[in-house]
């Protein structure tokens, strides 16, 4: 059983296990893969010339964007905790 991290979250403490981070990172990675498809699918429908011609005409990156950033941060959660871990582990 590994080492939990207590977050503290809007007044609440919650406490994250190695196995719901790892679930977290699961979950953020899928919605980047289908933000990713939405996006492709959007400047697909963009024709070359009015995409040179007008710049509001581009999708907004902003959910990609907040994803990545969110996935870094589970991804250095998980990093402390197994670092923990191999510490306690010793």
């Given at each position: 059983?590994?080492?939990?991290?207590?977050?503290?979250?809007?007044?609440?403490?919650?406490?994250?296990?190695?196995?719901?981070?790892?679930?977290?990172?699961?979950?953020?990675?899928?919605?980047?893969?289908?933000?990713?498809?939405?996006?492709?699918?959007?400047?697909?429908?963009?024709?070359w010339?009015?995409?040179?011609?007008?710049?509001?005409?581009?999708?907004?990156?902003?959910?990609?964007?907040?994803?990545?950033?969110?996935?870094?941060?589970?991804?250095?959660?998980?990093?402390?905790?197994?670092?923990v871990?191999?510490?306690?582990?010793?």
């Amino acid at each position: 059983m590994g080492v939990a991290i207590s977050q503290k979250n809007d007044g609440i403490m919650k406490t994250m296990t190695e196995e719901s981070l790892q679930r977290k990172l699961a979950r953020l990675e899928s919605a980047l893969d289908t933000e990713r498809a939405r996006l492709r699918k959007a400047c697909d429908k963009i024709p070359w010339g009015a995409g040179m011609r007008r710049t509001k005409c581009t999708p907004s990156f902003r959910r990609e964007n907040e994803l990545i950033e969110k996935i870094k941060v589970v991804k250095l959660q998980l990093s402390q905790m197994r670092t923990v871990n191999t510490l306690a582990g010793q």
